[in-house]
């Protein structure tokens, strides 16, 4: 019984040395193009010890780009959870014209290159652009300043919120609202006790999502920074400046931060992967008892 | 509280879902609205719930004389039962029970002993007193829907309103749930109106059956009027299983291959006129009787092609020479006592038949 078991899984199962060629090829490629690379950040940064990456740290430009990039972070991420959740919310329980073209319009940002964006904003925003004169007539810059930086970061992540929601929101439809207002619930409390405790873990990892992307963006940010040291680089912009004047161990030093940020939000995003799990097994768990 | 449905229409896009619906419903009822998928019941559920809002002006919802049609469901105070349960998935069983009472303005809403001492007594009415700190995903379907009813019935609704509330449930559990539903109706006494398309529960558990076909109520009556004196063609076809025989009327009679069958008119309705044309003649399974010999009585000659004697009555198909397909039920007892064997050829009569006048008299 039991070796027919047996040659039965092998029946179906591959040959030995094809398991090996694929996995042993598979971790090879992720070591060699993932791994390294990675290592080779921290390798470089403490080329001369703790004493000289700290020493790469006590740079004003340093920090300056460190809070450029945690500002525009900061204002991209909460207007993207707002928007994320407001266009998740109107795709998935209302029907509305120009509906699937909405949905194609958010994946914009994906498929257009950051470069352009950024060039984009240059020509509506910059001084020969299209509210140029109006813009430098009110005293207002936006190109080669924050607020440039902060509208790139933006549409750059715009996507990653309502991706994440919109296809669970939509699966989940919109009974449990129902329910809710017809128990007497407002509309705000709904919101609150209903829909958001349903989408929260897909809205945190769509946000640190978007959160290693806004403080890692490069293409979009570097067309309307305009690299002016100490005022309107960010901390990827810093590093290439920094990389290109042979300073390579601070440059490494501060890849090491970005670098650590993207570790941390793949830890996070493990383990809300696996909180999701957990949620999903529990809702497959059996009923133990069926009384009468 | 009485209910009152008047003129109610509906439309999604150029699909009519309701056309010109009235109803009344009586305080302490329990109705079911009846018919296949598409005959409008859900969304006229839906519009009683406040749910989905009726077209125009003229489509009136009145709660006990009062017009709600342009009140908003949470001010409606109903109890509305989802198919799915729709339970809240991240909270505890308790939690959902509580939900109607929890969300309350400050000054109308219970103290926490209170709606605590509700909540309890609702999880002993559904007896699931152990299982409040439980999960929905944690219980079986017919305790979700128990769950999903006692939420519905904390805030105290004026009516109780479920849609289709046992369809996803497998048949032993919808039957358990069906008599628990009647029980618990004769205790509470509010309101109930429930939409299913299983005429066994339909005829089964309601006070009054609402049939429903195309947009338009067909019939409205007690289930065994709505069973026994079907006023249309669809209403006889939908409610159990009927035999469909082309014929013609003559003096009050159906007539069949030259069989002449009784034909009751309608109460009240005048005898049926002659008919010479292809008249479709309903006979129910149960009012036809197989005998092996002509005893003297018109009967049909056909030949028995299955026997299904799994339940209190044998169900026998068989079919004409012409090749009509006709199903008898024959009562257990008498199926034993004839020792009908698959191939024979038999002589089928019928106790009474119904003919339906065409559309264009009524």
Redesign the interface.
């Known amino acids: 019984m039991s070796a027919t078991l047996t040659d039965k899984r092998r029946a179906v199962r591959d040959p030995h040395w094809l398991r090996g060629l694929m996995i042993g090829g598979t971790l090879l490629a992720a070591g060699l193009l993932l791994l390294l690379p990675l290592a080779v950040i921290f390798i470089e940064a403490f080329r001369d010890g703790w004493r000289g990456y700290l020493e790469s740290f006590n740079d004003p430009y340093a920090w300056q780009a460190i809070r450029l990039t945690i500002i525009a972070a900061a204002v991209a991420v909460p207007l993207n959870l707002v928007f994320g959740l407001v266009a998740s919310w109107a795709i998935a329980k209302f029907d509305f014209f120009g509906k699937s073209f909405l949905i194609s319009l958010i994946d914009l940002p994906f498929a257009v290159s950051p470069v352009i964006s950024g060039l984009v904003y240059v020509l509506m925003f910059g001084l020969q652009g299209w509210l140029g004169p109006w813009l430098s007539a009110n005293n207002l810059q936006i190109i080669f300043a924050a607020p440039g930086i902060i509208l790139a970061t933006v549409f750059v992540t715009f996507p990653f919120v309502a991706r994440e929601l919109i296809p669970l929101m939509q699966e989940q439809g919109s009974?449990?609202e129902?329910?809710?207002?017809?128990?007497?619930?407002?509309g705000w409390?709904t919101f609150w006790?209903?829909t958001l405790?349903?989408v929260k873990w897909a809205l945190l990892y769509g946000v640190i999502l978007c959160n290693a992307r806004a403080m890692g963006e490069f293409g979009a940010v570097a067309v309307v920074s305009g690299h002016i040291r100490g005022k309107t680089n960010t901390l990827p912009l810093h590093i290439e400046l920094l990389y290109n004047e042979y300073n390579s161990r601070a440059a490494f030093a501060m890849a090491s931060l970005l670098a650590l940020l993207g570790v941390a939000t793949l830890a996070v995003k493990t383990i809300i992967e696996w909180r999701l799990r957990q949620v999903q097994l529990?809702?497959?768990?059996p009923?133990?008892v069926?009384?009468? | 509280m009485s209910i009152e449905i008047k003129n109610v229409s509906k439309t999604f896009g150029s699909y009519k879902a309701l056309d010109n619906v009235s109803l009344t419903i009586a305080d302490g009822e329990l109705v079911t609205l009846l018919g296949p998928s598409g005959s409008g019941k859900t969304t006229l559920l839906r519009i009683i719930a406040g749910l989905e809002s009726p077209d125009g002006d003229e489509s009136k919802v009145l709660f006990d004389g009062e017009n709600v049609a342009q009140q908003s469901v949470g001010s409606r105070q109903v109890g509305f039962v989802f198919q799915h349960y729709a339970l809240f998935k991240h909270m505890t069983v308790f939690e959902n029970i509580a939900f109607g009472l929890r969300v309350r303005p400050r000054s109308q809403r219970p103290s926490r002993e209170k709606i605590a001492a509700k909540v309890n007594e609702l999880l002993k009415l559904i007896h699931l007193e152990n299982f409040g700190a439980r999960y929905p995903a944690q219980l079986s379907g017919g305790q979700r829907q128990r769950v999903a009813l006692a939420r519905a019935l904390a805030i105290e609704p004026r009516v109780l309103l479920l849609d289709e509330p046992f369809g996803a449930l497998d048949a032993k559990v919808r039957q358990g749930l069906r008599d628990w539903l009647r029980r618990l109706h004769e205790e509470i006494h509010v309101t109930t109106i429930l939409v299913t398309h299983d005429q066994e529960e339909a005829l089964e558990v309601a006070d009054r059956v609402v049939v429903m076909n195309q947009a338009r109520i067909e019939q409205v009556g007690p289930p065994a009027e709505v069973f026994h004196h079907p006023k249309t063609e669809f209403v006889m076809d939908f409610l159990g299983q009927v035999n469909v025989f082309r014929g013609r009327v003559e003096q009050g009679q159906a007539v069949v291959g030259g069989v002449r069958i009784d034909a009751p008119a309608m109460v009240g309705a005048p005898a049926h006129a002659d008919r010479t044309g292809d008249t479709k003649v309903y006979v129910r399974p149960h009012d036809l009787q197989i005998a092996r010999h002509m005893n003297g009585a018109p009967a049909l000659a056909a030949t028995i092609t299955r026997i299904n004697p799994a339940g209190a009555v044998a169900k026998v198909a068989l079919a004409t020479a012409e090749g009509e397909a006709i199903q008898v039920d024959v009562p257990f007892e008498k199926f034993r006592e004839l020792g009908l064997e698959k191939g024979e050829q038999v002589y089928v009569a019928a106790k009474q038949a119904r003919v339906f006048a065409p559309e264009y008299e009524i």
């Open positions: 009974e449990e129902q329910a809710a207002l017809s128990l007497g619930a407002s409390q006790r209903v405790p349903n529990a809702s497959l768990e009923s133990t069926e009384p009468s």
